[in-house]
C-alpha cells in the first residue's frame, strides 16, 4: 500500500509571492492525485529533525490506515 505523500522542504525562495502560487497550483494539482504535500521549512528540518520526522510517521500512519478503509 502507498501513502501517496510528498515531502517539501521549502527555503527562503518559497516565500516570494510568485513561488507560493507556484506551489499552491502544484499542490492542488497533486491533490486531484489524491497526493499529499506536506512541507517543512529548512530551519524546523535544521532545528527539529525528531519533530519532523514523527510528523511523517503520524501522516503516513494515517493515510495508509485511510486507504485500507479503517
Known sequence: ???RLV???????????EQKEHDENRTAELDRFDIKVIRF???EIKNHFGR???CIR???QQR???????
Open 1 to 3: 500500500m502507498q501513502a
Open 7 to 17: 515531502i517539501e522542504v521549502d527555503g527562503l525562495y518559497h516565500d516570494r509571492p
Open 41 to 43: 521549512t529548512n530551519e
Open 52 to 54: 519532523v520526522m514523527q
Open 58 to 60: 503520524k501522516e503516513i
Open 64 to 70: 495508509l490506515k485511510n486507504r485500507n478503509g479503517q
